[in-house]
């Protein structure tokens, strides 16, 4: 077996596993492998061995690659999540190639998508994120802003609104992990009593994965676990 087919088992079964000892149902956590940086062939290695939904980071990468992996493969149905930062300027392609968005922070991102997603496809799916651990320099709304942005986003005929994301800051105490996590739910469960039909809480990455479902992550996004280190230091 390759070294992503097997990678790949073994976050499948981490995530069953802490799904049952926290009494969740396992369905109810989505894997989505984050191949950015990493080559076409990774993508088809994993889809072959049963993975559907893969994220990305940088849109002319992604848009590359999502384009390579059709003309390949045409016969793999594959979802592909936008998973990095957003520039306003830059929408356009992605809003064209993507089923997902997860890092909407700002009504104008929202507008941009939904005014650019072509005819004929279903709205984009977006979640908001939030800047949970309240560092001035990270993107992500204020909590405290959660419930406008979700009104206003709401507006947009193109784009759908399915729930909340968010990066924490590296945290190596293991108690204290559990802290921005439990703070998104929070933040979902609010979002819920206010009448949006949000189902995502996209949180949880190879190195806090765990706590992540503990607190109910319902898509975790998992690159380095999966598909080893990358290999831009910055990346
Ligand atoms: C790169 C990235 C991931 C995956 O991180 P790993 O630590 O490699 O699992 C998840 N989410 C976002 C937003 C990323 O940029």
Redesign the pocket.
């Known amino acids: 077996m390759s070294s992503i087919i097997d990678s790949l088992k073994r976050v499948q079964q981490q995530i069953v596993q802490t799904a049952v000892q926290c009494e969740r149902n396992p369905d109810s956590i989505q894997l989505?492998a984050?191949s950015?940086t990493k080559p076409v062939n990774a993508v088809i290695e994993a889809a072959d061995a049963g993975q559907r939904a893969f994220?990305e980071?940088y849109g002319q990468e992604g848009v590359e690659k999502i384009r390579a992996v059709r003309s390949l493969r045409p016969d793999l149905k594959l979802e592909w999540h936008f998973?990095?930062p957003v520039q306003s300027n830059k929408t356009r392609p992605i809003a064209e190639n993507f089923d997902w968005v997860?890092?909407v922070d700002r009504e104008r991102i929202a507008k941009r998508l939904s005014d650019q997603r072509p005819e004929g496809m279903k709205p984009i799916n977006i979640c908001l994120q939030v800047n949970i651990s309240g560092e001035a320099s990270k993107s992500g709304v204020a909590p405290e802003e959660v419930l406008s942005l979700a009104k206003a986003v709401s507006e947009y005929p193109n784009v759908k609104l399915r729930g909340l994301?968010a990066?924490p800051e590296p945290e190596m105490d293991p108690v204290k992990q559990h802290e921005p996590f439990k703070a998104m739910k929070a933040l979902f469960n609010l979002l819920k009593e206010n009448g949006f039909g949000v189902d995502t809480l996209s949180m949880g990455?190879?190195?806090d994965?765990v706590p992540a479902i503990q607190e109910g992550a319902t898509i975790v996004?998992?690159?380095?676990?999966?598909?080893g280190?990358?290999d831009y230091a910055n990346?």
């Open positions: 989505l984050v950015k994220g980071n998973i990095g997860h890092a994301m990066i990455m190879s190195a994965m996004r998992i690159g380095t676990a999966i598909f280190v990358r990346r």
